[in-house]
């Protein structure tokens, strides 16, 4: 079993759509990444959590240390938000080298 | 700008060959990681350096080393670069409230 684990693997929304992408881990964390993408471009970081709710622009991530459960919510979609986004979680107690990604969520925003 | 520069953008390599993907960062941050990124198997941790001087292996460090002698240069060497070397490579660092990403290195092992 991945221990981050993301749905839906694939999303097609029409412009203007709200778009919800979520993230399930299982192990102890100390903070929790979304990432995007873009068709062969390099990785930007969108977020970084370790509790409650950040908000930038039309981007809102959320998480719940308790279920280890992480969402990225997009409002009033558009054709550039088309992308990969991936979730990844981290154990800063120990070595930085913990982040461990999810396989990414592919988002097509149809004009 | 302020982040991380990789070079090269993409290579063919020769199988024998030996290579080093080079990572710079002007942000000072103690902490990197060079990742592989294949299809269906998402981003997997190479090495990583919690601060200058030291390494450590990740999930995938077999074919690979890297070296960290100062806080602003990683590189990632292969030293006999094998067809399944063939991948996206990505340096990475982090200073505990975001993390950065170069563009990326393309590297076809043929």
């Known amino acids: 079993k991945n221990e981050v684990e993301q749905s839906p693997q694939n999303l097609t929304a029409q412009e203007g759509e709200f778009i919800t992408i979520n993230c399930s881990y299982s192990v102890g964390i100390s903070a929790l990444h979304w990432l995007q993408q873009h068709p062969g471009g390099g990785i930007v970081s969108l977020f970084m959590l370790s509790s409650g709710k950040k908000k930038h622009g039309r981007l809102i991530a959320t998480i719940n240390i308790q279920e280890k ?9 558009h054709p550039r938000d088309s992308a990969v ?19 990414g969520t592919k988002l097509s925003v149809k004009p | 700008i302020a982040g991380i520069t990789q070079a090269p953008t993409s290579q063919i390599l020769a199988a024998g060959r030996r290579m080093t993907l080079r990572c710079t960062q002007d942000m000072r941050h103690n902490a990197m990681y060079w990742y592989r990124q ?34 602003d240069d ?19 660092s982090d200073s505990f ?8 290195t393309r590297l076809t092992v043929v």
């Open chain 2, 97 to 104: 409230t975001e993390a950065f990403f170069g563009q990326g």
């Open chain 2, 74 to 92: 990683f590189p990632l060497t292969l030293a006999s670069a094998v067809p399944s070397q063939t991948s996206v490579y990505f340096c990475a």
């Open chain 2, 38 to 71: 294949d299809l269906g198997l998402g981003l997997r941790l190479i090495h990583y350096s919690n601060t200058a001087g030291t390494t450590g292996k990740g999930e995938v460090p077999d074919g690979y080393s890297v070296s960290r002698a100062n806080t």
């Open chain 1, 85 to 103: 986004y991936i979730c990844a979680v981290g154990d800063y107690g120990g070595s930085q080298g913990n982040l461990i990604f999810g396989k």
């Open chain 1, 69 to 77: 459960h992480s969402s990225l919510h997009i409002t009033a979609s």
